[in-house]
């Protein structure tokens, strides 16, 4: 039964895919061509619609995949597979956590996980900086470029937000500005 | 207000405010989960990203379920997960439905690319303040400026393509988020791990 399947292949992806939504692409892609439920072409568009809307990437693209394939009943059921295993996977470790906190490994373990997890946050804050405000290649190769309105708005929102009482709005409205900004100015 | 009711309310906002992959919903959870509910620190925050990074299941869920539980148990863990993915559920179908051309409305792209930018802008700030709780002496630094090296060599350099060989397999291992995490449990584990407790708070 398609709901059923639905379920379990996305609980796969769920089980299997570590990291961030990007991580979920490959499992898709080889979901695609298993099933037939949807091609590489569809996968684009999903993939597209899923970054352009908000929500964690990874469950738009579960809800998305979902839909196409079973209709409503569908996006819930793969969203819902997708995040099992998360749910399964975080309370054990989260209860293991627990009953070991005043552990004085687990604490030293955590000392060097704080920066490294620190680095990654920003190795993706960079990782999306170079997407977003640079143009790499262009006309000729090993080239790149600045996308000046973006920088422009992207430094113009970090010193709003830091050193500003603007700093008070909530983040939400500094994303609804720039999407404003971004439609009016035709970025 | 239900106290379950609230958790999954309040990760349906983080869900509604984060465009992009799980690390854009740090802003939004610093000022909801951290800031205007007390429910984790700053520390925490870093903590359950790490654990995130190198567990199974995509990491803004991991990251709800994790500050879901701490508060409320397996409940609260549930419908933090729950609140996190309705938001999605309700837009995308919508746009499935009615609008699947919706990512190539011009009007649409051009939001977006203003969007991303001030993403950009949003995690700058919240890396810096993570930092401030977690770069507190020499050895962090340290372990997060190595890190950051590999971790952004590790993406411009593309290793997996094959181009590069046994050792582009073995370099791109040694340079994915799961590995450096483990990487960095160990360093901990042996510059805090033999003495008494108390280093570095």
């Known amino acids: 039964m398609i709901f059923v399947r639905l379920f379990f292949e996305f609980a796969k992806v769920g089980l299997f895919a570590v990291g961030g939504g990007l991580a979920t692409i490959p499992f898709l892609q080889d979901m695609g061509v298993r099933t037939g439920w949807f091609t590489n072409a569809d996968l684009t568009t999903m993939i597209a619609v899923s970054e352009s809307t908000p929500g964690p990437m990874g469950v738009n693209m579960a809800t998305y995949v979902g839909f196409q394939t079973a209709g409503l009943p569908g996006a819930v059921l793969a969203t819902l597979g997708l995040v099992t295993p998360s749910i399964l996977v975080i309370i054990i470790i989260a209860g293991f956590l627990q009953k070991f906190r005043q552990s004085k490994t687990v604490d030293a373990v955590f000392q060097g996980l704080r920066p490294a997890s620190t680095a990654l946050i920003a190795a993706a804050g960079l990782s999306v900086a170079l997407s977003v405000l640079v143009t790499v290649g262009g006309t000729a190769e090993h080239t790149f470029a600045f996308r000046w309105p973006a920088v422009i708005l992207c430094a113009a ?3 709003c937000m830091r050193y500003t009482p603007l700093k008070k709005l909530h983040p939400v409205a500094f994303i609804a500005a720039a999407a404003v900004i971004g439609a009016v100015f035709q970025f | 207000m239900n106290i379950y009711f609230d958790l999954f309310l309040t990760f349906a906002k983080v869900g509604v405010c984060t465009f992009g992959g799980g690390y854009a919903m740090l802003p939004i959870l610093q000022r909801e989960v951290v800031e205007k509910k007390g429910w984790a620190t700053d520390e925490e925050l870093t903590d359950y990203f790490a654990v995130g990074q190198c567990t199974p299941g995509i990491i803004a869920v991991n990251t709800a379920t994790f500050i879901g539980y701490k508060y409320k148990g397996i409940p609260g863990g549930v419908l933090a997960t729950l609140g996190v993915v309705f938001p999605s559920l309700i837009i995308i179908t919508a746009i499935a439905a009615f609008l699947s051309n919706f990512a190539d409305i011009p009007v649409v792209q051009h939001a977006l690319a203003g969007i991303n930018a001030a993403v950009v802008a949003l995690i700058a700030a919240s890396v810096m303040k993570l ?20 971790a952004v060599f590790g993406r411009l350099a593309n290793f997996d393509t ?21 990487l ?5 584990f042996l510059l805090y791990g033999g003495r008494k407790g108390g280093e570095g708070k």
């Open chain 2, 131 to 150: 930092g401030k709780s977690t770069l507190k002496n020499g050895a962090a630094i340290a372990v997060f400026l190595c890190v950051l090296a590999l």
């Open chain 2, 184 to 188: 960095a449990g160990v360093v901990g």
């Open chain 2, 162 to 182: 094959g181009a590069y060989g046994a050792l582009g397999t073995a370099l791109d291992m040694l340079t994915s988020p799961a590995v450096l995490i483990v």
């Open chain 1, 157 to 159: 929102v970090f010193v």
